[in-house]
């Protein structure tokens, strides 16, 4: 692991809100995650859609928990000393996320802790919130990540 990593257990305290950055959502993406991975009607056709609850060409959960992974790595995963994480408490897909949607997000520190058993580590707990152009929330996940401590990332 690299010592000139910017964001280390350290810099993730309790409080701390980091900007996940903005995502458009397009058609062909939704309609490519569909097709490989959950292939249901209102996720692979328009008129479907909008047939459907959804009101359009939606993403499904998965795809929208897949751009949240992205923007996380993006601001701030793969210029980190992450480790990896246990598991997620839980994910809500609270609106639809539509072709056409532009999402925003922010991630905000719940708590921190170092490890007992592994010197060097600590457990970081967050709660990531997406949403789309109008401020409707979309998505919510809570969960725990591990990140070296400076000193052990040397």
């Known amino acids: 692991m690299s010592s000139n990593k910017t964001w280390a257990y350290e810099d993730l305290a309790e409080g701390v809100v980091i900007d996940l950055g903005s995502k458009a959502v397009l058609a062909r993406e939704i309609i490519e995650f569909a ?13 479907a859609g909008k047939a459907s609850i959804l009101g359009g060409l939606s ?4 795809h929208t928990c897949s751009m949240f992974m992205r923007m996380l ?5 793969l210029d980190s000393t992450s480790q990896g994480a ?4 839980y994910a809500k897909w609270k609106k639809p996320v539509l072709a ?4 925003g997000g ?7 802790r170092l490890s007992r058993s592994k010197p060097g580590l ?4 967050w709660r990531a919130e997406l949403v789309n152009q109008k401020g409707e929330p979309v998505f919510e996940l809570v969960n725990t990540c591990m990140f070296l401590t400076r000193e052990a990332a040397r």
């Open 106 to 112: 922010k991630l905000t520190i719940l708590s921190s």
């Open 86 to 89: 246990p598991g997620i408490d």
């Open 100 to 103: 056409g949607d532009t999402l």
């Open 59 to 62: 993403a499904s959960g998965w």
């Open 35 to 47: 097709s490989e991975f959950d292939a249901q009607p209102f996720h692979l056709d328009e008129e």
């Open 122 to 125: 600590g457990f970081v707990s």
């Open 73 to 77: 790595c993006d601001a701030l995963l």
